[in-house]
Structure formats: structure tokens, C-alpha cells
């Protein structure tokens, strides 16, 4: 007898952050074995690219087609929240509990006014840290 996985995915909530971002919350489960599930619920931000190089100073280390060639369009924040074999009967009480406790501690951080411009900075330093890291690959192997 083969048992089937069920999976839910879904968008739970999404609310409107005073920095004009939008925060997501998702559900992202499934069942494991019999009756026990893995919670998994995602809380997730996309950050335009534009709207953080548009609130950032004149002194600004790159330009925005740079920092739109390294990271395109836009980045997504994200945080994860799992856990293991959760009984069937609790896990939408589970659920609401992780989703209300994202809430609670990435609110704040994520509709500070800076929050776009901090993130998009620490994310284009790193593209560029990788890019460079890339590069010193490349030719290392090249020279032999």
C-alpha cells in the first residue's frame, strides 16, 4: 500500500508594510508519514531594485545598472520557519502560531524606512564579493 504526500501551498497573508513593501506569509507543508506533517511557513518580501537605488544617497558606490545587472529586477528577503511531525489535528494551530510569530519579530525590521535600502546595499555588496570571487576562480584555473 503506497501512501500519498499531500502538500499545501498557499498564500496565507500578505500585508502592506508602511515602506510601501509588501509582506507575504506561506504556507508550504506537507505530509510525511501517516498522520504527521512538516510544517513549513515562509515569509517572504520582493524589493525592488529601483526603489532602493531611488532612496539611496547621490553617493551611492555603483550605478543602477550595475546593481540591476548583479541582482536584476528585484530581491527577495525571506525567512523560513519548519517543523517536524506535527499531528494532523494540530497542525493549522501550529501554523497560525509560526505565521503570528514571523510576524511579530520580522515586522518591525522589515517596515523600518531603511529596510529597502540596507537590504539592497548588504545584497549588492555580496553579488559583487561573489562576482569578484568568480573572477579570481576563473583565472586562477586559467594560469594553471
Not at 541582482?71 to 525567512?79: H, N, Q
Request: net charge positive; aromatic share 10%; glycine share 4%.
Amino acid at each position: 500500500m503506497q501512501e500519498t504526500i499531500k502538500f499545501r501551498e498557499s498564500l496565507e497573508k500578505s500585508i502592506d508594510l508602511k515602506n510601501g513593501l509588501t509582506l507575504e506569509l506561506w504556507d508550504k507543508s506537507r505530509s510525511m508519514v501517516g498522520d504527521r506533517w512538516k510544517i513549513i511557513v515562509i515569509a517572504q518580501v520582493d524589493i525592488p531594485v529601483e526603489k532602493a537605488f531611488l532612496e539611496t544617497n547621490t553617493n551611492a558606490t555603483a550605478n543602477f545598472d550595475e546593481m540591476k545587472k548583479l541582482l536584476g529586477e528585484s530581491v527577495r528577503f525571506e525567512k523560513k520557519m519548519e517543523r517536524f511531525f506535527i499531528d494532523e489535528k494540530e497542525k493549522d494551530k501550529i501554523t497560525r502560531e509560526m505565521m503570528d510569530s514571523l510576524i511579530e519579530s520580522l515586522f518591525p525590521y522589515l517596515s523600518h524606512p531603511q529596510f529597502c535600502k540596507r537590504f539592497i546595499i548588504m545584497e549588492f555588496a555580496g553579488a559583487k564579493q561573489k562576482k569578484l570571487l568568480s573572477k579570481q576562480k576563473q583565472q586562477k584555473e586559467k594560469n594553471g
